[in-house]
């Protein structure tokens, strides 16, 4: 977990916009990181397992791309890195991301990463970044974020941006 939250925490760097920080949210009891486009969203639905449908429609109330990891709870049956857009927009599930063992699940919705298949990669925070990067890159675009005002270039989380 120190491994996956150093990597989600340099993920969040490249990002300029609102970013949580990196939190275990109890809704879906995962380790998460969310970017917000600063868009605002039609009202979301609800009826989300374990989450009250006014935390929800706080939660969605402005674009979002989220990744996550799940310890292997509800629906996913396995350890495993998960990414969603809200809001979700036709044929995200199905996008082609990096690297290469991730996979839409379209029972989820989302794009998903095996634990397995970053704890055997030969550099697991560089298959995790990139999952995480191209995952938000998919969301961003399908969604026609301003990356150019959003994004910022990837850094350690401990070193300080300059003044623009």
Not at 23 to 52: D, Q, Y
Not at 65 to 73: C, E, K, L, T, V
Request: with cysteine; net charge negative; proline share 7%.
């Amino acid at each position: 977990m120190v491994r996956i939250d150093a990597v989600f925490n340099e993920f969040r760097t490249g990002f300029l916009g609102k970013v949580s920080p990196v939190h275990l949210f109890w809704g879906s009891f995962n380790l998460a990181v969310t970017r917000f486009s600063g868009r605002a969203t039609p009202s979301h639905p609800g009826g989300i397992p374990n989450l009250p449908d006014a935390v929800t429609k706080e939660a969605y109330s402005h674009e979002v791309s989220s990744a996550g990891f799940w310890p292997g709870n509800g629906g996913a049956g396995e350890a495993m890195f998960c990414s969603y857009a809200y809001p979700v927009t036709d044929g995200f599930s199905d996008r082609l991301v990096e690297p290469a063992a991730a996979r839409g699940d379209q029972t989820l919705g989302e794009l998903v990463l095996s634990y397995e298949a970053v704890r055997a990669a030969d550099d697991p925070e560089a298959a995790l970044m990139a999952f995480l990067q191209t995952t938000y890159e998919t969301a961003a675009e399908s969604s026609d974020w301003d990356r150019a005002s959003l994004e910022y270039h990837l850094q350690h989380s401990w070193i300080p941006r300059p003044v623009r």
